[in-house]
């Protein structure tokens, strides 16, 4: 027979009662957390590719930061925005959850600035993201060990063609061996630099001549974009030229794009198709083949018409990942039913809270599915 247990004191009695409150706010705090998103703003730990594992491991459900009817499952890894006016980068999960956020406090030196990021992406080592700060005339590597700007070329405000100086540089890469490409618009020119340097290693297109000649000069070009052979892909404003260029920086072809105002940022989908967004409003996303042969255009009107959209790139499903810049929100489009399938950001409302951005201007995937991840810049 068991003993008859002694009848527990007051004290005995409160501690237990207040050993379950504390227990029942914790489960009711972990609750809200959970259907808000929560965890807080996560700083890079470790490579892109281990981080993308924990991340699909320890996100939400809640889809509360996305637009009505998004689908998580048509990203394959969270996508990096270049939010430009609210000067920030992010990070986010398929299902909306901010996992990370660049500058925060104590990230930037002091006196040090980032301002209106214009694109983001990562090296393809994945430890790095090379910003294009297009109206502040400067490019910035960003270490993700440590949060820090390790390497800047251009001056922070200051337009010019001399030495480290920019003119609304666009789409900065980085190549596997460390040299970065960059678009320099304004200054008509395509270079190369090699950090921790700051001189120009190659240059094509003569500075300042700003019409589109083949071999010698560019009109206005806004992106030099890999192909999987080597070549690479490059945009002229100016006349809406769509050029190939082999390695050596010799044009193999050219043609323009198709129905275009603005092309911007065209890159390939497969050999002989390209992607490019058109910068306009109402604006448009289009494929089209290496000869201006259009092959699907995507420019709704209505409630879902895209305003100034610049950067569209391909996703291993066939959909479209894509910034629509002065509609406040990237989406991704299914090219078969021409539906939005997922929006980060509320169309035509700017704002910094989580699920909202301001004049969103480029994007990435998180590595395996990197830009520079897929293609091959040496």
Not at 8 to 14: A, D, F, K, V
Not at 266 to 276: A, D, I, Q, R, Y
Not at 298 to 312: K, M, T
Request: proline residues 10%; hydrophobic residues 35%; glycine residues 10%.
């Amino acid at each position: 027979m068991s003993k008859p247990r002694s009848r527990p004191t007051r004290r005995q009695i409160l501690a237990r009662r207040l050993g379950a409150i504390a227990i029942l706010l914790i489960v009711v705090i972990a609750a809200i957390a959970l259907a808000s998103g929560g965890g807080g703003v996560q700083h890079h730990q470790g490579g892109a590719s281990t981080r993308a594992a924990q991340t699909s491991r320890r996100t939400p459900a809640s889809t509360a930061n996305l637009a009505a009817g998004s689908d998580p499952s048509v990203l394959p890894a969270p996508v990096l925005i270049a939010d430009s006016d609210n000067n920030r980068l992010l990070e986010v999960s398929p299902t909306g959850r901010i996992l990370w956020e660049f500058p925060r406090p104590g990230d930037l030196a002091p006196g040090q600035t980032f301002k209106t990021p214009d694109d983001a992406f990562f090296a393809p080592s994945g430890h790095q993201i090379v910003a294009t700060q297009e109206e502040d005339f400067v490019i910035s590597v960003i270490d993700l060990s440590t949060n820090h700007i390790t390497y800047r070329y251009g001056q922070p405000g200051i337009p010019g063609s001399g030495p480290d100086q920019l003119d609304n540089p666009d789409d900065a890469l980085m190549t596997r061996s460390g040299k970065i490409l960059l678009a320099d618009i304004k200054n008509c020119r395509l270079i190369t630099i090699q950090p921790p340097g700051h001189e120009i290693i190659s240059q094509l297109g003569q500075t300042g001549v700003c019409v589109h000649q083949p071999d010698v000069s560019y009109g206005s070009p806004n992106g030099r974009f890999p192909m999987r052979n080597g070549d690479t892909v490059v945009t002229e404003i100016n006349g809406d030229w769509i050029d190939v260029l082999s390695p050596a920086g010799q044009v193999l072809s050219s043609a323009n794009a198709p129905g275009f105002t603005y092309p911007s940022d065209t890159n390939e989908v497969k050999p002989g198709v390209f992607l490019s967004a058109d910068f306009t409003d109402p604006g448009a996303i289009e494929t089209f083949t290496t000869s201006g042969q259009l092959l699907w255009r995507y420019a709704p009107r209505g409630p879902n018409a895209l305003n100034s959209p610049s950067l569209a790139e391909p996703l291993p499903n066939g959909d479209v990942l894509a910034n629509d810049d002065h509609n406040d929100r990237v989406i991704v489009i299914d090219p078969h039913t021409n539906k939005i399938v997922w929006q980060y950001g509320h169309t035509h409302v700017t704002g910094r809270q989580p699920g909202y951005l301001s004049d969103p201007d480029g994007v990435d995937l998180a590595p395996p599915y990197s830009l520079l991840s897929r293609f091959t810049l040496r």
